[in-house]
């Protein structure tokens, strides 16, 4: 099988220390043993899901703004001002 040079580029693992709240590390074992695979892997896929979720809030975000922008429509003006609100100041 003939590999690509793109294909053969692998990120290094960069070590980080973090401290977790007791309840924290808890669950996250608890989701390993399930998983039957390491602590180091659920939080590697935990962190990962979180910077995706952040990343498509931004983008949902910025969707309302412009469709802000774009509107004419007092009471949709309204509802995304408040969504918009929703977004930046919590409930």
Do not use: C, H, W
């Not at 960069?14 to 939080?43: C, G, Y």
């Not at 590697?44 to 910077?51: A, N, P």
């Not at 429509?73 to 509802?79: C, G, H, I, N, T």
Request: no cysteine; hydrophobic share 40%.
């Amino acid at each position: 099988m003939v590999y690509s040079l793109a294909m053969a580029t692998v990120e290094k693992p960069v070590r980080q220390s973090v401290s977790l709240p007791a309840r924290v590390a808890r669950r996250v074992k608890s989701l390993a043993r399930t998983s039957n695979t390491s602590a180091n892997r659920i939080l590697v896929d935990l962190i990962e899901s979180g910077l995706e979720a952040r990343e498509q809030e931004k983008q949902r975000f910025l969707e309302l703004a412009e469709r802000l922008a774009r509107s004419r429509d007092p009471e949709e003006q309204k509802r995304l001002k408040e969504e918009l609100a929703r977004m930046t100041f919590g409930e």
